[in-house]
């Protein structure tokens, strides 16, 4: 018995949402029809493709055999959709890019205009969160992350090193002189909250000195950023984001600093598809015009 091939876009919707109620909103339909198209697939398969009907959803060998080829199939049509549709050369789509916020905001943003201007049919999603992202998932088409990634059948490579200092504005060095760095231990530490550092690579407070009892605590870099500008303490900052305050220095950046990498993670069956293939391409550009800009030499 031959299946539907549309049934193929309910399950792989199933399986990125591990929710009926979640594929039914992506599909725009009711959930029990993604609960009919379901058993509509397993019957023309003749195999079970989730170990049980509740959640949360479980594949079975069957389903992560069918999730393969359901994967391949789906980037297979995208790459003719797109090769007939661009015979003029031109890129038409979205690339989604998952990327944390320091990096999507003050490094990536400021430069997507170049590549939008030489493909204006080329539509940028930027998801800017402070996590990683899960691209078996598709939550990303590329991703930007802190350390590779862990998850099955993921391309990664290496986009750069990055080098963090301990940083503060003008106006708070001048109130309270820092002459060694033993004196960073009297000082308010702007930092993450503990608790809800999603990676271990931003637990950065471990890596301090002597131990500091004084912190302002944030989820998000960006508001640790402003509040080093505002003059509320010292944060341990990458120097691409903290070049663009004036204000703002670095604080015994020949005593100590903390080296960090960035890595782009794509999907082995859509990296080819000639609209994620030139973003990729160009972040990986990007970054290597600006190298200096993350290991901190400009000065």
């Not at 009711?30 to 609960?35: E, F, L, Q, S």
């Amino acid at each position: 018995m031959n299946f539907d091939w549309n049934d193929l876009r309910f399950f792989l919707n199933l399986v990125r949402t591990n929710s009926y109620q979640g594929a039914a909103r992506r599909l725009r339909v009711d959930h029990t029809t993604v609960r009919r198209r379901i058993t509509s697939l397993e019957d023309a398969l003749q195999a079970r493709l989730f170990s049980t009907r509740e959640q949360p959803l479980e594949l079975t060998a069957a389903g992560e055999q069918m999730l393969r080829y359901a994967e391949s199939i789906e980037a297979l049509t995208q790459q003719a959709t797109e090769s007939l549709n661009g015979a003029n050369n031109e890129l038409i789509g979205t690339v989604r890019i998952g990327v944390l916020d320091g990096f999507g905001t003050c490094f990536l943003t400021p430069r997507l205009k170049p590549l939008l201007d030489k493909h204006p049919q080329l539509k940028i999603e930027l998801v800017v969160l402070s996590r990683l992202f899960n691209l078996s998932n598709r939550e990303a088409d590329i991703a930007i992350a802190p350390a590779p990634a862990e998850q099955r059948r993921l391309i990664v490579r290496k986009l750069t090193d990055s080098r963090l200092f301990l940083s503060a504005s003008d106006d708070y060095l001048a109130e309270h002189p820092i002459e060694k760095l033993e004196d960073i231990s009297s000082h308010r530490i702007v930092t993450y909250l503990p608790e809800l550092v999603f990676s271990p690579e931003m637990d950065y407070l471990n890596f301090i000195d002597p131990p500091v009892s004084r912190t302002f605590e944030a989820t998000n870099v960006i508001a640790q950023l402003e509040a080093v500008a505002g003059g509320i303490g010292i944060g341990l900052l990458p120097y691409f984001m903290t070049a663009r305050y004036p204000n703002v220095r670095r604080v015994l950046p020949d005593r100590f600093s903390l080296d960090r990498e960035y890595w782009l993670v794509a999907h082995p069956d859509t990296i080819n598809i000639a609209r994620i293939r030139t973003v990729i391409d160009y972040l990986v550009a990007i970054v290597k015009a600006d190298h200096k800009l993350f290991t901190g030499e400009l000065d």
